[in-house]
């Protein structure tokens, strides 16, 4: 089963340039469903459906075997916008 | 908002699912021409409207959150139902697979814009919130047109 703490390891290591990675699981812990964010500047000038192919390409496995996976990819820059 | 009624995966090839026709017509040694004939199905209906979406279930009774969503957001853009067309992957698990080799892209939905696929619901939603999408649905001539409510009325 995964955890949330899979996820977070399997995208800090094939990611390139991780600043930040928030994974949630949606699905109380049955490993089912998970809100992903990533945030790494090896997403600069990248549009959203690339980034998160990204993302998708890094979890190819793990995408598989859920129910539900969800994705959002910010720069840097972008993140520092959101979180104040 | 989408009552229009072209959203099964039986328009897929004339009124057979792509499930229906591969137990027409499979055998093994076609299994290579069976892969080619399936992504020209998908290909075609790719092509079958300027905006169509695979989703699970249907506009009017989407069967998961995230088709929910983007159909919601389908609608709030103002898409023209007589440009769209969408269909239902649980209707045919050949077509659910299929769709994700295609795209290379694991989930579903999948929307696709003049032949062009642009994402799924994260890329949507956050393409809605951004200003892109409207963009882009304006570029490929697919809203309702504006003065559209007038034209009913009079």
């Known amino acids: 089963m995964l955890t949330e703490e899979d996820l977070r390891n399997k995208i800090s290591t094939t990611i390139p340039d991780v600043y930040n990675v928030i994974v949630t699981d949606l699905s109380y812990g049955c490993g089912q469903s998970f809100d992903v964010v990533v945030v790494s500047n090896i997403f600069q000038g990248k549009n959203k459906l690339q980034r998160s192919r990204l993302v998708n390409g890094a979890l190819k496995e793990e995408i598989q075997t859920i129910h539900a996976f969800s994705c959002k990819c910010y720069t840097e820059e972008e993140w520092a916008k959101i979180v104040i | ?154």
């Not at chain 2, 092509?47 to 088709?67: H, I, Y």
Request: charged share 25%.
């Open chain 2, 1 to 154: 908002m989408f009552n229009r009624q072209l959203l099964n995966a039986g328009r897929l090839i004339g009124n057979q699912t792509l499930t229906q026709m591969r137990q027409t017509i499979y055998r093994p040694q076609l299994m290579a021409f069976m892969s080619t004939e399936i992504r020209k199905a998908i290909g075609d209906a790719v092509s079958s409207a300027p905006v169509v979406l695979f989703m699970k279930g249907t506009p009017e009774f989407p069967q998961c959150g995230f088709s929910k969503a983007t159909i919601g957001i389908l609608g709030q853009q103002g898409v023209d139902p007589l440009k769209f067309a969408a269909y239902n992957v649980l209707e045919d698990p050949e077509l659910r697979e299929a769709i994700k080799e295609f795209t290379e892209w694991p989930t579903i939905p999948q929307l696709f814009v003049n032949n062009e696929f642009v994402g799924g619901c994260d890329v949507i939603k956050s393409m809605a919130k951004s200003g892109e999408l409207t963009e882009l649905l304006e570029e490929a001539q697919v809203l309702v047109p504006e003065d559209y409510d007038a034209e009913e009325k009079s």
